[in-house]
């Protein structure tokens, strides 16, 4: 009853006709369980079962005998994925009691089988084709399964004949247990004298025929179950195909778009080839689904085309994915490649570039990520997704190209399969076999392209002969932007090649030459072309051995170089002879913002030298060095550039002063060479940022400095057995804090006494008569340590009003008759002249040290103020 959102009943035989007893439904329009809005169709079961097509609920609801709370077995709100209903009117059930419905409001009929639910009829749209309806309300089936469907708006009943085979696949779907495993080493099916070079597209029937495309020779190769050699080998007039299909009648679908914009069709039983596809590009995966739509993934076109096959006219092709642009969006693709259509018409898509398999339902432009990058549950990583089935309970089996292997989903999640230790040519190894053959023709393709603007080819050993067939295009390609030749084992003749490209180039803007080999002399042919490149932006030689050398070709490169903006040069064994040609190219170039120079051997020497020159440079803005040997000295030059530079340079030290990470910006690169004024400056710039929360005076923050010793460890004169509890015991005596900053200032202390209390014996000197070398503690002393003690004493001198006069003249003293002795040392270069101004050092020393203690311990004990 639809005007009354229940289902009523009677029995038949009663000898009086009674009242109508309820069988589904409240009578109140509602979706809870019990309830009904608007039903339609009914259809109960040998056991009493009701099944209510549940119209306005979109739904259709399942009430076991005696039952008045419904389960909801196909629609919305069902526990198990079904399929999206809209105005459901028509239920039935076959033998098997797989369910189907009319679906009103999508015009179409739909039903469940083994695998699923999919749509049977008037898939594609509602209209008044043979193959289309429009409002269906009705269904029926005769004795030989055909279909009868009201077709209301088109004024008919249509008549659907049952296709003997169309329950049958063509492929096979077998069913995995869980934990299935496949043995890591292969036996070699075909090998290249019989399957040619760079072998694509294969595909084996459900009589374990298996078929593959021999691209060199334009021919389809078919081996029977069993048999060790092709069996039957079809030629034709295609040219390289890249995939192939094969439906349950032996028919084969051959793609054909390379050179004659087509997809072809080998009819088994004439044994001749027809057209029935055209297209404007190689597919790079062919199928046709339940319906016989025949499907075709447009790597260079970012979508996947389709048409029906039953059509009587070839009608262009509809859109099934993509936009046709190349993007990252649910509705978009970039450059997808393999795909599979399941038993419900739903679209599942290897979309390479973005790194992810994309999952269209059918009838739908938005795709859902199902594997790799953006996927909303946890799933895989993947390089370039190439191919995508799915087994006979719907996991996926991917192609993850650039990892070289074989991945699958289960029960228990994502695995690898196959190819899981690296890649290569060994029985458990695979490899993308794209190499320098591949190189030669993409690179002939590429030169009369006016389209691809971005190629990234990655790991697949082009070496130099790949590189020149690419070095040669560049002189006429002027479209390409981007060409990423990451670890092809390229070497200096290839990198001369790709220079050579660069000269006459007008388009590039970024070359990723990563994890190749070419060493400095490959790095001296880049600089050779750099020099008058315009339009390159973006050089990345990461790990290429170019060592000093190569640094300083590229370094004087970059001197006249105006457009290039990153360079990126980790791991290359630079030292600090290549950081310093860098460094004076810093002092002239203008146009770079980002050095990386991470994992070098710059050393102390190196970072000086980059120190002095970013003083002037403007314009970079990010310098990574961090795992370049560089110690205190190194750091103390860069922090202390920070003041200078005015480019807002950030600069990575990651590694070299670990246990101050948490020090804030502020506190960690900006403060000056010794504790006393300098640190009580940098507190009171933060006191202003907390002026809120804390309430201080200048003199307590004056107080709290000398309680905190430097980071920089050539001025740490403070004395011994300061701790950060001792330090908080009095902070909290002389500060009302908030929670929040007392933990903020206890993170400071942490990571200054971190550092304190490993130069406890900073002052302790070495006499080494063989060397003359003076050291303080693992640190050499040298004319920047003299340089520390200048800044502190200039500091002393100039009378600072937050600085006690007394204190001042008590430490000026010591620390002048340490520069007397250290100059006349420095000037003499005698034993004599070391020895005496060792004596006095530890004499001058001492003093300083009993100056700094006594007047710690009266701060401690609150006997001392500080005015």
């Known amino acids: 009853m639809y005007y009354h959102h229940r289902v009523v009943k009677r029995a038949l035989n009663d000898a009086v006709m009674a009242s109508n007893r309820v069988a589904a439904g409240t009578g109140n329009p509602g979706s809870h369980s019990k309830e009904l809005t608007g039903p339609h169709g009914i259809f109960?079961?040998?056991?009493?079962?009701?099944?209510?097509?549940?119209?306005?609920?979109?739904?259709?609801?399942?009430?076991?005998?005696?039952?008045?709370?419904?389960?909801t077995v196909a629609g919305n709100g069902s526990l198990n994925p079904t399929i999206t209903l809209f105005f459901p009117t028509g239920i039935i059930l076959d033998v098997e009691k797989y369910l189907f419905i009319v679906n009103l409001g999508n015009h179409r009929i739909v039903g469940s089988g083994s695998h699923g639910f999919r749509c049977l009829v008037g898939?594609?749209?509602?209209?008044?084709?043979?193959n289309q309806l429009n409002d269906p309300f009705s269904l029926s089936f005769d004795h030989s399964g055909n279909m009868f469907v009201t077709d209301q708006w088109n004024d008919r009943i249509q008549k659907f004949l049952l296709m003997k085979d169309s329950s049958a696949l063509s492929f096979n779907q077998p069913k995995f247990c869980s934990a299935a495993i496949w043995y890591s080493n292969a036996t070699t099916f075909a090998n290249q004298s019989i399957i040619g070079r760079a072998p694509r597209g294969i595909f084996v029937n459900t009589n374990n025929k298996f078929y593959a495309t021999n691209r060199e020779n334009n021919a389809i190769l078919v081996w029977d179950e069993d048999s060790d050699n092709p069996t039957n080998i079809i030629c034709g007039n295609f040219t390289k195909p890249t995939s192939l299909f094969v439906t349950s009648n032996g028919d084969i679908y051959?793609?054909?778009?390379?050179?004659?914009?087509?997809?072809?069709?080998?009819?088994?039983?004439?044994?001749?080839?027809?057209?029935?596809?055209?297209?404007?590009?190689?597919?790079?995966?062919?199928?046709?689904?339940?319906?016989?739509?025949?499907?075709?993934?447009?790597?260079?076109?970012?979508?996947?085309?389709?048409?029906?096959?039953?059509?009587?006219?070839?009608?262009?092709?509809?859109?099934?994915?993509?936009?046709?642009?190349?993007?990252?969006?649910?509705?978009?693709?970039?450059?997808?490649?393999?795909?599979?259509?399941?038993?419900?018409?739903?679209?599942?898509?290897?979309?390479?570039?973005?790194?992810?398999?994309?999952?269209?339902?059918?009838?739908?432009?938005n795709g859902i990520t199902v594997a790799g990058n953006g996927s909303p549950n946890p799933t895989i990583s993947v390089d370039c997704p190439n191919g995508v089935t799915l087994d006979g309970e719907k996991y996926l089996f991917i192609i993850d190209q650039y990892n070289h292997r074989i991945v699958g989903s289960s029960l228990n999640g994502f695995r690898c399969l196959v190819?899981?230790?690296?890649?290569?040519?060994?029985?458990?190894?695979?490899?993308?076999?794209?190499?320098?053959?591949?190189?030669?023709?993409?690179?002939?393709?590429?030169?009369?392209?006016?389209?691809?603007?971005?190629?990234?080819?990655?790991?697949?050993?082009?070496?130099?002969?790949?590189?020149?067939?690419?070095?040669?295009?560049?002189?006429?390609?002027?479209?390409?932007t981007t060409l990423d030749v990451a670890s092809n084992k390229i070497g200096h003749i290839g990198t001369q090649h790709l220079a050579d490209g660069l000269r006459h180039n007008i388009a590039l803007a970024i070359l990723n030459l990563d994890y190749n080999q070419i060493g400095d002399v490959g790095a001296q042919h880049l600089a050779k072309n750099l020099r008058h490149n315009t339009t390159l932006t973006i050089l990345n030689l990461k790990s290429n051995k170019i060592g000093d050398m190569g640094a300083q070709y590229l370094a004087i490169a970059l001197q006249y170089n105006t457009t290039l903006t990153t360079l990126g040069l980790e791991c290359n064994e630079i030292g600090q002879i290549g950081g310093k040609?860098?460094?004076?190219?810093?002092?002239?170039?203008?146009?770079?913002?980002?050095?990386?120079?991470?994992?070098?051997?710059?050393?102390?020497?190196?970072?000086?030298?980059?120190?002095?020159?970013?003083?002037?440079?403007?314009?970079?803005?990010?310098?990574n060095v961090g795992r370049n040997q560089v110690g205190d000295v190194g750091i103390q030059h860069l922090a202390d550039t920070l003041r200078y530079n005015t480019a807002n340079l950030e600069s990575s030290l990651y590694n070299l002063y670990s246990e101050l990470r948490s020090f804030q910006n502020e506190l960690l690169y900006q403060t000056n060479h010794c504790i006393f004024p300098n640190l009580n400056k940098n507190l009171l710039q933060h006191s202003k940022e907390l002026s809120n929360k804390i309430n201080v005076t200048t003199n307590e923050l004056f107080y709290l400095s000398i309680l905190i010793p430097t980071r920089h460890q050539k001025c740490s004169f403070a004395?011994?057995?300061?701790?950060?509890?001792?330090?908080?015991?009095?902070?909290?005596?002389?500060?009302?804090?908030?929670?929040?900053?007392?933990?903020?200032?206890?993170?400071?202390?942490?990571?200054?006494?971190?550092?304190?209390?490993?130069?406890?014996?900073?002052?302790?000197?070495?006499?080494?008569?063989?060397?003359k070398q003076l050291s303080f503690y693992r640190h050499s002393l040298t004319t920047i340590h003299c340089q520390y003690i200048q800044n502190f004493i200039q500091i002393l001198s100039t009378g600072q009003q937050s600085f006690n006069k007394q204190l001042q003249i008590q430490l000026y003293e010591p620390l002048v008759n340490i520069m007397k002795e250290f100059n006349r040392m420095n000037n003499e270069k005698t034993d004599e002249s070391l020895e005496s101004f060792l004596f006095t050092f530890k004499i001058h020393i001492d003093r300083f040290n009993e100056i700094i203690h006594d007047l710690y311990q009266q701060i401690t004990d609150g006997s001392k103020t500080i005015d």
Request: hydrophobic share 35%.
């Open 44 to 71: 109960v079961d040998v056991n009493l079962d009701l099944y209510v097509a549940d119209c306005y609920n979109n739904r259709v609801q399942l009430f076991q005998s005696g039952e008045s709370n419904g389960i």
């Open 254 to 365: 051959i793609d054909d778009g390379y050179k004659n914009g087509r997809v072809q069709k080998w009819i088994a039983e004439t044994n001749i080839f027809v057209m029935v596809m055209n297209v404007s590009s190689e597919c790079y995966g062919l199928f046709v689904d339940i319906n016989d739509t025949l499907y075709c993934s447009m790597y260079y076109h970012h979508r996947v085309v389709k048409r029906a096959l039953n059509d009587a006219v070839m009608v262009s092709n509809r859109v099934a994915a993509g936009t046709g642009n190349p993007g990252s969006h649910s509705s978009e693709l970039n450059g997808p490649r393999g795909i599979f259509v399941d038993m419900n018409l739903d679209l599942y898509v290897a979309d390479c570039y973005n790194n992810r398999v994309q999952l269209f339902q059918s009838g739908e432009s």
């Open 581 to 623: 040609h860098l460094a004076d190219t810093l002092r002239r170039n203008t146009a770079l913002t980002t050095l990386n120079l991470d994992y070098n051997q710059i050393g102390d020497v190196g970072a000086q030298h980059l120190a002095g020159a970013l003083r002037h440079n403007t314009t970079l803005t990010t310098l």
């Open 719 to 771: 004395p011994e057995q300061i701790t950060s509890d001792l330090i908080c015991q009095r902070i909290n005596s002389q500060f009302r804090l908030s929670p929040n900053i007392k933990l903020y200032l206890q993170s400071i202390f942490d990571a200054l006494i971190h550092s304190f209390n490993h130069e406890i014996n900073l002052l302790k000197l070495e006499l080494n008569i063989k060397t």
């Open 123 to 130: 898939c594609y749209g509602w209209g008044s084709q043979s």
């Open 419 to 480: 190819g899981c230790y690296g890649w290569g040519s060994q029985s458990s190894q695979l490899n993308d076999p794209f190499r320098k053959i591949g190189a030669q023709h993409l690179a002939d393709a590429l030169r009369y392209n006016m389209a691809l603007t971005t190629l990234k080819i990655r790991c697949n050993r082009i070496d130099d002969v790949g590189a020149q067939h690419f070095g040669d295009t560049l002189q006429y390609n002027m479209i390409l």
